[in-house]
């Protein structure tokens, strides 16, 4: 892809890495080649158009790249333990690239939203957890919303939507065990 962007002379002022997959069930239990393919996506792609980007944009001094990471960057997801440790690379490797570029007029936003109502549920196999079917999902509008004004503001990172950030403060003080327990009722199938 970033051949074709650059043969075609096409200058990318604004990367938006937003590309992710989930697997959900028991890890013992899911599919491996899954979990491998999600990394690829999730973390491999990632890495790559980052570091492909990222260099022609330092070299003009300008740019910003915006990544997905998710809730699930900093809080446990059992049910979805290979996606959340995909996105806690994101966060982790974009605040690491976020502190090398702190000479430059680059900038790196990590967007982190929580459950948004998108297909995602659906492609991960779990539509029918308590998180999707009791739960209030955020409105992608509202989440890419917040994701673009952080972006354009240069901020570092964006917890995106007020229960989010309650989540995220709650999360500073909360053991990370109970954290994993409280997920794993969200994440378990819903009795409806």
Do not use: C
């Amino acid at each position: 892809m970033y051949n074709e962007v650059y043969a075609k002379g096409i200058q990318v002022d604004i990367l938006v890495n937003d590309a992710g997959q989930g697997v959900y069930g028991k890890f013992t239990e899911t599919d491996l080649q899954s979990e491998l393919d999600i990394i690829q996506l999730n973390v491999a792609s990632l890495v790559v158009l980052t570091k492909l980007f990222l260099k022609d944009m330092v070299a003009r001094n300008n740019g910003k790249i915006l990544q997905l990471a998710s809730m699930v960057s900093k809080i446990s997801s059992p049910l979805m333990a290979v996606y959340a440790g995909t996105k806690a690379f994101v966060y982790n490797f974009t605040q690491s690239i976020i502190n090398e570029l702190k000479d430059t007029e680059v900038t790196i936003t990590a967007l982190q939203p929580g459950a948004t109502d998108t297909d995602f549920f659906n492609k991960a196999g779990a539509q029918h957890s308590k998180i999707v079917q009791e739960g209030d999902l955020a409105d992608p509008a509202d989440v890419a919303r917040d994701g673009y004004e952080a972006l354009m503001s240069g901020e570092s990172k964006i917890v995106s939507g007020m229960k989010n950030k309650i989540m995220a403060t709650m999360a500073n003080v909360t053991s990370d065990e109970m954290l994993a327990e409280q997920m794993h009722k969200q994440n378990e199938p819903s009795d409806k």
